[in-house]
């Protein structure tokens, strides 16, 4: 098994690990913290998980290496690693001091906390952001092994640490310990990973530092520009619709946040889910843009994942959109309520639209790969202002489910300006992208949602036993049609 396939199967169990052993623990955690201290604790998990994901300095760390990779430049790598440790390390320290600037107005950010609220989210916030700035330097050295293409050990990591992350969270909920027992149990794990995965870099592949030649004026400057536009991309992509608990928390208070934080964890795992095989193709497109491969190339290998992404995605966007409901009421019900069909209607309401973006996730590492991020910040941060400033008031005064439909509508406005702006600019088709992707769906899925209706209709009930037949029986019946022909077509 070669690397490729070796980690986008390791990555599809961790990813099955990260969505799975939430969704069985997240009731349990409900049940022992409560609504309101659960949404503080998610607020913290969620700004911690996002860091972790943003992957800001490794994957400059990879589109860098991939291109000494390419050109067979050992020593020329080893100094890049140098002057990247050192620049990582001084964005730690600037991550660090901006968070303890906002530190002191957490409590005018969140007027609807109580005391102990705030209190309690102060301690989360710290252990969040000194962790955040500490690992900053070091995540930015994980791009070693992906840029070689050398994805298996780093994905047994990955597997291996969401199994002891789902352990002791069991554990200690178990104990007594409560949300900031967790937090900091996820900080050490994520630690632990990161420091097995730079023993493996350093030592299982060979990589080096070096810190001789002095200091390359030239790299340095394109090294800044490249990894500026790519932190503002990242923190644009903080504020967007990923986030709007935080906005949620800030006009509704905790408990609404609990509301949000439920479907807006469903979306993130669906996000997830859809951009699992993506992070695995950055070298090889580095590789095409080097070669000097056009945008017609670079259209269809875009195209040609796209439509592996689509067969992913489907079937559990069905699967959530006609049995969701029922779901969510067993999933969440016993503490939320009627609320919890809210929280379907918000991940229904980002999952819809996010998936025409999620198909075309290749999209975002060709804009690494060409060094063509200003253009794209320019279009998500003019989307991301106009979400936030709109969503305050849409949240204020007419709730969270306004809110939902909002951020849909956000989601499809960015993606509108990224095809007919970004991509046309960059030489891509975005027309011919859709035409390669979605051929014959225009027969499949009116066909999908009569099946998913007709397994609803044929399967009574409303326990888990159901849910599972209704979604078991949609899941067999649509891998059976994968063999159809028209599945299969380009």
Known sequence: ?????AGAVLNYINLGLRIGVPLVLTPYILEILGPAEYGIYMLASTLLVRLYLSDL??????????????????EGAARFLGMLTVLYSLAGAVLLALGLGVYPFLGSIFPEFTAGELSLYRVLYLMTLVNAALMFPARSLTGIADSRQRFAIPGLIAVGT???????????????????????????????????????????????????????SS?????????????????????????????????????????YTCGLQIYANYFLLGGCLAQLFLP????????????????????????????????????????????FELWVGHKLGEQAELSWLIAMSLIVPQTFSLVQALGWQIS?????????????????????????????WWGIAAQAIWAACSITLQLLMLNLIHYR????????????????????????????????????GSGWGSFAARAGLFSAVYVALLRSPLFRRR
């Open 162 to 216: 969401s199994v002891l992350n789902a352990l002791g969270t069991w554990l200690l909920l178990s104990y007594g310990w409560r949300s900031v027992g967790l937090v900091a149990f996820n900080i050490a794990t994520g630690v632990l990973a990161l420091g097995l995965n730079m023993l493996y870099c350093f030592v299982g592949l060979r990589a080096r530092l070096s810190f001789r030649g002095g200091w390359d």
């Open 425 to 460: 600019g960059l030489g891509l088709s975005p027309a011919r992208f859709y035409a390669r992707t979605f051929s014959g769906w225009h027969l499949w899925a009116p066909g999908l949602g009569l099946l998913a209706f007709g397994i609803g209709e044929l399967i009574p």
């Open 1 to 5: 098994m070669n690397e490729i396939r």
């Open 219 to 259: 790299l340095c400057r394109g090294l800044f520009a490249f990894s500026w536009w790519l932190l503002l991309n990242q923190l644009i992509n903080l504020l967007n619709a990923g986030t709007g608990n935080y906005l949620v928390a800030i006009t509704r208070g905790a408990e609404a946040a609990t509301v």
């Open 284 to 327: 090889r497109v580095v590789g095409l843009v080097v070669r000097g491969a056009g945008g017609r190339a670079q259209t269809k290998a875009m195209a040609r994942l796209g439509r592996v992404q689509l067969l992913i995605l489907l079937p559990v966007a069905v699967i959530l959109l006609f049995y969701g409901r029922q779901f």
């Open 368 to 396: 690494q790969a060409r060094n063509a991020l200003r253009q794209r910040v320019a279009i998500t941060a003019f989307n991301s202002l106009l979400f936030i400033v709109v969503s305050y008031f849409v949240c204020k």
């Open 57 to 74: 300095g490794r994957t400059t760390g990879t589109k860098y290496l991939s291109e000494y990779q390419a050109a067979g430049d050992s």
